[in-house]
């Protein structure tokens, strides 16, 4: 695609038509849906969606892959069957220009740039696998359905090598799985992995002699640091009982390696598979704009606009957007506040394009919910501290209200309603291309 006019050509539209060029650079939550609604409130705008990948990845459901609980194409939504008249690009953005109001950009086939009028940085965070010696080499992350596939396919191997060794120190090894952070991420994939050692044992039968392990380390007081610690001593039995899963409390992982986590305390996990759920770092095109940053994320202002860079707003995880219902505190970079923040931020463009005062933004959130294996969940909505198969329920019935197009909503939910009456699927799917055997070079 060739460049764009440049957009000093029209002071008032990048584009030199009627309405504003808009490019929105990010497609999870936070982009998708402000593209959405930039699309019914001005519909004489150029809006172009800008993602290295062509779909919307819904992250809280990441764990339920690597359990095979659903399938990983449930967990994604085109972004092209997610807008209307929005241009969508899979490209990877490589600098922004704000002084002259340009996006650069790599296709691999091609090259370019975009002129834009507004620009919406969505772009969220990315996973930081430097915050422990040997974590870049040794841990694996869960950010994308990529990695969530990568990790079962993990543990199934590791569940065929400990069927196949006579050796029980290397099954105890190669069955013991190390968890790294006890938030909403940990806690989920731990219980997911508990969930489908268990249920898959019946067919590896040889090697049951050694029990699966699975270890939560954990460097706060209690799991889920994010809910009332009743909460998190509850979450922390549940496991325990129902799952069989270790909470190491107040301990942090010092170093990690091929085989296996020494701990602050000098006490060491010998594990065959370690997962990371901790750690974020900002995009590397945030840390390159001439803005103010908070903690890794873009300072804005309460209407969610950039100060100092004219036309450029930012939303999502890379943001530090100040919440007006409250103390004016950022808000977490959960997908329950990108889900509002994309809507308003639509709104206030179109304020800004009318001339009229832009809006705070402003949300009271409704509640938190974690799944914690073995159809059990944690739950504060509305004040209210909830546990067990109820709250289990409502953490579906949350998650399936929020999941794009409806096609996907049904395939979940069918998913979902088969997987509490059958056995999970314990394919090794490999993800390698067809090569000749016979080809010795």
């Avoid at 892959?65 to 899979?90: E, F, I, K, T």
């Avoid at 870049?136 to 065929?160: M, Q, Y």
């Amino acid at each position: 695609m060739p460049d764009d006019p440049n957009p000093a050509q029209n002071p008032a539209h990048a584009d030199g038509s009627g309405g504003p060029r808009i490019v929105i650079i990010g497609g999870g939550f936070a982009g998708a849906t402000a593209a959405q609604a930039l699309e019914r409130r001005l519909r004489t705008a150029d809006i172009h969606l800008v993602s290295a990948e062509n779909h919307l990845t819904y992250n809280p459901l990441l764990p339920e892959v690597v359990g095979a609980s659903v399938l990983p194409g449930h967990v994604v939504a085109p972004l092209r069957q997610m807008v209307h008249r929005a241009r969508v690009h899979q490209v990877r953005v490589t600098a922004v220009d704000t002084s002259a109001r340009r996006v650069h950009y790599d296709g691999g086939c091609e090259s370019g740039s975009l002129g834009y009028d507004h620009l919406v940085l969505a772009c969220g965070s990315s996973a930081n696998l430097r915050m422990i010696p040997g974590m870049a080499e040794h841990a694996l992350p869960l950010k994308t359905v990529g990695d969530a596939l990568f990790l079962r396919n993990r543990v199934i191997s590791r569940l065929e090598d400990a069927e196949l060794t006579d050796n029980p120190t290397l099954r105890r090894w190669l069955k013991t799985f190390v968890v790294v952070g006890g938030g909403f991420s940990g806690v989920e994939v731990a219980g997911e992995i508990s969930d489908f050692l268990t249920e898959s044992g019946r067919w590896y039968s040889h090697s049951q002699l050694e029990p699966p392990r699975v270890v939560i380390v954990h460097g706060g007081p209690h799991l889920l640091p994010e809910l009332p610690e009743r909460l998190g001593r509850f979450t922390e039995r549940k496991l325990a009982r129902h799952g069989g899963v270790e909470v190491r409390l107040n301990s942090r992982s010092d170093a990690i390696d091929g085989r296996g986590v020494t701990l602050n305390n000098g006490s060491r996990i010998e594990a065959g598979t370690v997962v990371s759920t901790i750690g974020t770092a900002p995009s590397p095109l945030i840390e390159a704009l001439p803005a103010e940053k908070q903690r890794g994320r873009l300072r804005v202002d309460a209407d969610m606009s950039v100060p100092g860079l004219p036309g450029v707003w930012a939303i999502g995880d890379c943001a530090a957007v100040p919440n007006s219902y409250g103390d004016g505190a950022p808000c977490p970079p959960t997908a329950q506040f990108a889900l509002r923040q994309g809507p308003q931020l639509a709104a206030n463009i179109a304020r800004r394009e009318r001339g009229e005062p832009t809006r705070p933004f402003g949300y009271r959130p409704k509640g938190l919910m974690s799944a914690i294996g073995h159809n059990r969940a944690v739950a504060r909505v509305w004040g209210i501290n909830l546990s067990g198969f109820i709250p289990w329920l409502l953490w579906r019935g949350f998650y399936l209200l929020y999941i794009p197009t409806f096609a996907r909503k049904a395939r979940v939910y069918l998913e979902w309603n088969w997987a509490m009456f059958f056995p999970p699927d314990i394919a090794h799917l490999r993800f390698t291309r067809t090569v000749d055997e016979r080809d010795d070079t």
